[in-house]
C-alpha cells in the first residue's frame, strides 16, 4: 500500500466564530487548565475516517460533492468535560436536522463509494482543552454558528501537535425559509 493521509470531514467556523468559540475556550482554560486548542484548529468533526490510502482522496471528494445539504445554524449551549479523555467541550444540547442530514448523507456518500467509517454516535461539540481537569462548570453564554459549507480536513501529526489542512470545501444549499 502506498501513502495514507489521516483526514476528516468537519464544520469549519468563520473568523468571526472561531473568535467566539476560541473565548469560550479561555473561559473554560480558567477553570479546568490543560491545553487549550488554537483557534485556528477549532472545528466540529462530522465523520472522522482516518488513515485513508492517498489515492482514495479523489473519491471522498467526488463522495462529498453527491451530498445535498441545507444549510443551517448550529446554538452552541452547553459546555462539559470528558473525564476519561481529560477533554472539554462546547456543544449544542439540540443539533439541528440539516446537521444530523448532513452527517447521515455523507456516511451514505462514502459507504457508496466502499469507504470505511468509524462506528460512533455523532456528538454535536468542539473540542476546546485536551489534558484537562473534570470539574463542575457555570452555565454557558449560548451563541448561533452559522454553517454554509462542510470541509475535508488532513490532519499531520507532529511532535508539537497536530496541524489540519482544508483540503475540500462544498457548500450548503441557503435554508429557504
Keep these: ?3 495514507s493521509r489521516r483526514v476528516f470531514f468537519a464544520l469549519w467556523p468563520d473568523a468571526v466564530t472561531a473568535a467566539r468559540i476560541d473565548q469560550a475556550g479561555k473561559q473554560l482554560h480558567a477553570l479546568c487548565g490543560g491545553r487549550q486548542v488554537r483557534r485556528n484548529m477549532l472545528h466540529m468533526t462530522l465523520l472522522f475516517l482516518g488513515n485513508i490510502p492517498a489515492e482514495r482522496i ?8 453527491r451530498v445535498a445539504g441545507t444549510a443551517f445554524t448550529v446554538r452552541l449551549d452547553r459546555w462539559a468535560c470528558w473525564r ?3 477533554l472539554a467541550w462546547a456543544g449544542c444540547s439540540e443539533p439541528p436536522l440539516h446537521l444530523l442530514t448532513l452527517v447521515g448523507q455523507l456516511a451514505e456518500r462514502l459507504a457508496e463509494e466502499g469507504l470505511p467509517l468509524e462506528l460512533r454516535d455523532f456528538l454535536a461539540h468542539v473540542t476546546l482543552l485536551r489534558k484537562s ?7 454557558f453564554e449560548p ?4 454553517i454554509d459549507d462542510f470541509v475535508l480536513v488532513e490532519s499531520k501529526l507532529s511532535p508539537q501537535g497536530s496541524h489540519y489542512s482544508i483540503i475540500g470545501r ?5 435554508d429557504p425559509d
Excluded at 133 to 139: A, F, K
Design 143 to 146: 451563541f448561533n454558528w452559522t
Design 84 to 86: 476519561h479523555k481529560q
Design 133 to 139: 481537569r473534570s470539574v463542575p462548570l457555570p452555565e
Design 1 to 3: 500500500m502506498g501513502d
Design 58 to 65: 479523489d473519491d471522498l471528494r467526488q463522495a462529498a460533492a
Design 170 to 174: 462544498w457548500p450548503l444549499t441557503p
